[in-house]
């Protein structure tokens, strides 16, 4: 579907740019930085959640969420948070595979957190898989994120984290989200996760950014806090 065609898209664009905040955008373009100031229109995430919760009710959004990739964050945003609401898991995770190529930050790739996805984790399991071994930097992150989200507490096995430890990359956001994983699978499996550490199986740079993360947790102890900063190691990536 064309979007010249399509009135739904402009419809939903002219409300973003109704709900727009300056100052909002702002500190987005700051903080988001591979994004193209142009496409920012600076709509707060309450407003987009509570948006996004309108337009799931209507029975054309399809015709939205059909029409990739998007002009705006804020409609990547925007389509995100759609899909965390949708209640369907099957038809969820179709549009799920089909938006992630289309993603291009940390924040679209953060914030889509399907809710739906708690129900089947196992069945998820094949999923995350295919996306850890995408090309594309943002795919790597969600799947990393879905398997730091849903399985390091009663779902946990071990052979999760050698699905992470294997992953190399230059991308930064695909780093940081590795070093997250392991920091919170520290503080969530501490004693299964920590030869990882003690072995020095991350790249250099995601090991001390792993420690950094997790001596920064509450749910870290003192004595364990000690431990993992005598790990460190002196150069980075």
């Not at 959640?49 to 990739?68: G, H, M, N, P, Q």
């Not at 990739?69 to 995770?93: T, V, W």
């Amino acid at each position: 579907m064309k979007k010249k065609e399509n009135t739904l898209v402009k419809e939903i664009q002219a409300e973003l740019f109704r709900r727009q905040d300056i100052k909002y955008r702002e500190l987005q373009i700051r903080t988001i930085p591979s994004v193209p100031e142009e496409s920012m229109i600076g709509v707060r995430t309450p407003e987009l959640r509570a948006y996004a919760k309108e337009l799931s009710k209507r029975e054309d959004i399809e015709d939205f969420l059909d029409v990739l990739p998007h002009d705006y964050f804020d409609e990547n945003q925007l389509h995100a948070f759609i899909l965390s609401g949708m209640k369907d898991y099957d038809r969820c995770l179709a549009e799920v595979e089909r938006f992630l190529p289309y993603v291009d930050n940390w924040a679209t790739c953060d914030q889509m957190s399907p809710k739906v996805f708690k129900k089947h984790r196992q069945e998820l399991t094949d999923s995350i898989q295919n996306w850890i071994r995408s090309e594309k930097p943002y795919t790597i992150r969600f799947g990393v994120g879905m398997l730091m989200e849903h399985f390091l507490d009663e779902d946990f096995d071990p052979v999760y984290p050698e699905w992470v430890v294997g992953l190399r990359s230059e991308e930064y956001y695909v780093n940081m989200m590795i070093a997250w994983y392991f920091a919170t699978a520290l503080a969530k499996q501490y004693e299964a996760v920590l030869p990882y550490i003690e072995e020095h199986r991350l790249a250099a740079w995601t090991h001390n950014k792993t420690i950094q993360k997790a001596v920064e947790s509450y749910r870290i102890t003192p004595e364990q806090k000690e431990y993992l900063r005598s790990l460190k190691v002196k150069r980075g990536k």
